[in-house]
C-alpha cells in the first residue's frame, strides 16, 4: 500500500507535492464529471466569467424572456441606431386616441409632445406661430411679416370704387407652391372687400379691391394663415 516518504520534508511552492513524493504507485487520474452533476448550486457566484464562455455561443434562446428590464439598461444605452426602423409607433410615444389625434406640442413647457385630440383642440397653430404688422402710410405700401399665421391691419387711405390696390408681402416662410388664407375680420365694411393673397419664394402679394360704389377710407384688419403646399 502506497505511504508518505518518512523524514521526508516539503519546502513550500518550490518543491510541490507529487505523486512519487507519496509513494503512489501510478499517477492519479481524475474521474470525469458525469452528466448533469455541476449544477446552478455548485457554481459560485460570479464564478463564470466572460473569457469561460465560448464565443457566439450565448444565443436568444439562452435568455429568459422578459429577463432584461429596465434596470439592466444603463441610462442611453438605447441609441437610435439600435431601434429598428418602423418600429417606434404613437403609441410607444404618448397615449393616443385611435382617431383625431396628432403629435404636438401646446404649451412651451419642458418639450414634452403630446398627444392633441382635434375634436378638442382644433387643428391649426399654436401659441408663438403667429405675429402681428400694421401696414404704414397707404394699401399699396410694402411691408414685412414672416410668420405662419398672424393679422395684418391696412393702412386707412381712400380705396376708391371698384379698384384693387396691391403691396407686397415679405414672408420668409412663404414659397411658391404655397396658398394664404385669409379673412376680413374687423374693421371696415364686412363684405364690402375681395382680398386675395398670391406666393411667390419668401413674398407674396396682398391684393384688396373695393367692391362697392363710393370711396372707403378704412384699416381692414385681416386674419391669415398660410398652408404649405406641393406641386409633386
Excluded at 487520474?29 to 469561460?52: G, L, W
Excluded at 407686397?168 to 416662410?173: G, K, V, Y
Amino acid at each position: 500500500m502506497p505511504s508518505v516518504t518518512p523524514g521526508y520534508t516539503f519546502t513550500g511552492t518550490t518543491d510541490p507535492i507529487t505523486y512519487t513524493k507519496l509513494n503512489l504507485l501510478a499517477q492519479p487520474t481524475v474521474a470525469a464529471i458525469a452528466a448533469n452533476d455541476v449544477t446552478t448550486s455548485t457554481i459560485a457566484d460570479d464564478a463564470v466569467t466572460t473569457v469561460k464562455i465560448l464565443d457566439r455561443n450565448v444565443t436568444t434562446t439562452k435568455i429568459a424572456l422578459l429577463a432584461v428590464t429596465s434596470a439592466e439598461l444603463a441610462a442611453n444605452a438605447v441609441t437610435t441606431a439600435k431601434v429598428l426602423d418602423n418600429n417606434v409607433t404613437l403609441a410607444k410615444i404618448v397615449a393616443a386616441a385611435a382617431n383625431n389625434t396628432f403629435l404636438a406640442r401646446s404649451t412651451a413647457s419642458g418639450g414634452n409632445y403630446e398627444a392633441l385630440d382635434t375634436t378638442t383642440t382644433g387643428l391649426g397653430f399654436y401659441t408663438g406661430a403667429g405675429g402681428t404688422i400694421t401696414q404704414a402710410t397707404s394699401k399699396a405700401t410694402a411691408f414685412t411679416l414672416s410668420k405662419m399665421c398672424g393679422q395684418i391691419t391696412t393702412a386707412a387711405d381712400v380705396l376708391n370704387a371698384a379698384t384693387i390696390v396691391s403691396a407686397t408681402w415679405t414672408n420668409s416662410l412663404i414659397a411658391a407652391t404655397d396658398v394664404v388664407i385669409i379673412n376680413h375680420k374687423s374693421g371696415g365694411t364686412l363684405g364690402a372687400y375681395t382680398i386675395n393673397v398670391a406666393c411667390l419664394a419668401g413674398t407674396a402679394t396682398l391684393s384688396i379691391r373695393n367692391n362697392t360704389a363710393g370711396n372707403l377710407s378704412e384699416a381692414l384688419v385681416l386674419n391669415f394663415v398660410v398652408i404649405k403646399g406641393v406641386t409633386s
